[in-house]
């Protein structure tokens, strides 16, 4: 319409692309799972897609948290994908806050909108310089910048069929894997229980679960390390990960993502399955411009499960339980800590000291008898009386 503001126009377009792609979109949303004490200042995301979480999958994880999912936004959704429109002219530090947005509301993927045929066509070039810099000095996040103008194209390049999420038995099934193993006890029974609860509640059930994005990128480093003539000196092959050192002072050649980078992994996540039209956008999105494959990487987690609930198993709280507050802070939406019931009080004090040191928000500590109950009381409800 010709009264509408131009970021308006950009919003009805992401609008309609958002539904045809069958995810919910919603304007200015302040609110995920992420605990209400975050909520102080409630940052606005102009537009989120989101997939809808099934009635069953909420109930799971209301009765798995308990009385801790007070302190969640549990909301029906989980917002895949935030954009932060701007059409005017905004300063760099106005979009530096809209790149904080994003990241407080916790969308897994994030884009900056500009209009470049705005302020003498500089919004896009401005914009890409301030996501590789976040990048750099607040780690590296999915998020990249599209211009209104890309918009058509990037529609033209998806199918308009509607995204199937359909699910079956057969399905969650063969989406299981299985542990590593060389576990006690203690820890092998806390995994069968919620691998049985996981399932029961329709999620995919994944053990020793670790993203795959660590892997892509080692693959895109050798896809353009291949593509440079190899020079006299071994400068390249530090770069691109081809020789490490070891030991200090004694480099050694590799060629294998998980000798280069740590893998990290979750003792179990539950997870959904990402909608096939997403995987299409991304795939578009990188055919729309380079920036998505090399400055702003959009790597990996497109084309396998999203965990939405992470756990870590941990018989006591010692420098490894740090390790796990921060595997589950990045890797899942929620991260639970499962701990005996002696060690509870420890470990809600370590999650206290990273929330505050570390901004963590999403992770918090459950007695293992809370597991139990939380299965029990499942198996109470499903359990049919005999005829």
Not at 125 to 149: E, H, M, P
Request: hydrophobic fraction near 35%; charge should be positive.
């Amino acid at each position: 319409m010709s009264g509408e503001r131009p970021a308006e126009r950009i919003r009805e377009e992401l609008r309609r692309l958002g539904g045809r792609l069958g995810f919910e979109v919603t304007s200015e949303v302040s609110e995920s799972f992420l605990p209400k004490a975050v909520a102080r200042y409630k940052p606005r995301v102009d537009l989120v897609w989101s997939i809808r979480l099934e009635e069953t999958q909420l109930r799971g994880i209301r009765r798995l948290l308990g009385a801790a999912v007070a302190d969640f936004q549990m909301k029906p959704f989980f917002p895949l994908v935030g954009f932060e429109i701007e059409a005017t002219d905004p300063s760099t530090k106005t979009q530096l806050s809209n790149l904080a947005n994003l990241k407080t509301v916790a969308v897994p993927y994030g884009f900056l909108v500009v209009d470049n045929s705005q302020a003498g066509m500089d919004l896009y070039r401005r914009a890409i310089r301030l996501v590789r810099t976040f990048n750099k000095l607040f780690g590296q996040c999915s998020y990249g910048v599209i211009d209104r103008s890309q918009i058509p194209r990037i529609a033209s390049l998806i199918s308009k069929e509607q995204a199937s999420r359909e699910r079956s038995a057969d399905r969650l099934e063969l989406n299981r894997t299985r542990g590593s193993g060389g576990e006690g006890p203690w820890s092998s029974a806390i995994r069968r229980r919620l691998d049985r609860m996981g399932r029961s509640y329709a999620f995919h059930v994944r053990e020793d679960w670790s993203p795959s994005n660590l892997a892509e990128d080692y693959a895109l480093r050798q896809k353009v390390r291949s593509s440079i003539e190899r020079t006299s000196d071994d400068s390249s092959e530090w770069y691109f990960g081809r020789l490490v050192d070891w030991s200090p002072g004694k480099p050694e050649p590799v060629c294998r993502w998980n000798k280069y980078y740590t893998s990290p992994a979750l003792d179990m996540a539950w997870t959904v399955e990402l909608p096939s039209s997403f995987q299409k956008l991304v795939l578009a999105l990188k055919e729309t411009s380079n920036e998505f494959t090399y400055s702003m990487p959009i790597l990996g987690t497109p084309f396998e499960d999203w965990p939405i609930v992470g756990f870590e198993i941990e018989r006591g709280m010692t420098k490894h339980g740090g390790g796990d507050i921060l595997n589950l802070s990045r890797y899942s939406y929620v991260g639970v800590l499962i701990v005996p019931t002696p060690e509870l009080q420890r470990s809600l004090a370590r999650i206290e000291t990273y929330r505050v040191a570390l901004g963590i928000q999403n992770v918090l500590a459950l007695p293992d008898d809370r597991v139990n109950r939380a299965l029990h009381s499942r198996q109470r409800v499903t359990t049919r009386p005999k005829a």
